[in-house]
């Protein structure tokens, strides 16, 4: 059975902290305007924004409880960092938990943390939206990308890839993921040849 927007909010606003259903809401409408500027499906891009965290809810521990339970494999870095594996964990619910079977809503959910290079339109708009939507405060420079999300989504992308590398190696001790690096690469040379 698959289910309505309306339906699969009110399961998440049970399942979710109220700021992470907040955030969730956020991306969900932010994906529907980049989807308007930039000609994707719009009902599609509104579910992979509001599922995209539907996994973000538990300690990291139960997190590789339950990957392993699902034979979802788990890379060495997700190992060190397991907050990572809410991103494919809630692919895996989006699929088994909100019956989405469609390919792209599940992939945009799966690359929305790391990010990756060559993203396709959706698992754009789902990253940049993840960064910009309206409940995201304090980020530097967020002002300049949410404008710069409705001119270039390559450049947003590849201005969110370089702060968030910056905040990893300077303000944080998480383990960065080598698919960031890679991402990060493939927009710089995108953007600046
Ligand atoms: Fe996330
Ligand atoms: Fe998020």
Do not use: W
């Not at 509001?50 to 996994?55: I, M, P, S, V």
């Not at 799966?110 to 339109?121: A, E, Q, R």
């Not at 698992?123 to 309206?134: R, S």
């Amino acid at each position: 059975m698959e289910y309505s927007i309306i339906e699969l909010q009110e399961k998440l606003k049970y399942i979710l902290p109220p700021k992470r259903f907040i955030h969730s809401l956020g991306v969900q409408y932010t994906c529907a305007n980049l989807a308007m500027r930039y000609g994707c499906d719009i009902q599609k891009a509104q579910i992979a924004g509001l599922l995209h965290d539907c996994a973000k809810y538990m300690p990291d521990e139960e997190m590789l409880t339950l990957c392993r339970k699902n034979f979802i494999p788990v890379t060495e870095t997700e190992e060190k960092s397991a907050f990572l594996l809410h991103a494919k964990l809630g692919a895996f619910f989006a699929e088994n938990v909100y019956n989405i079977s469609d390919k792209d809503i599940i992939d945009a959910i799966t690359y929305h943390t790391t990010g990756k290079p060559d993203m396709t339109l959706l698992e754009k708009i789902v990253y940049v939206a993840d960064y910009i939507e309206p409940s995201r405060k304090r980020i530097h420079g967020l002002k300049k990308i949410r404008k710069i999300s409705y001119d270039s989504l390559d450049e947003a992308t590849y201005l969110i890839l370089e702060s968030t590398l910056n905040f990893l190696q300077k303000e944080s001790t998480r383990e960065i993921d080598p698919r960031t690096k890679k991402a990060f690469e493939y927009y710089k040379y995108l953007n600046t040849h």
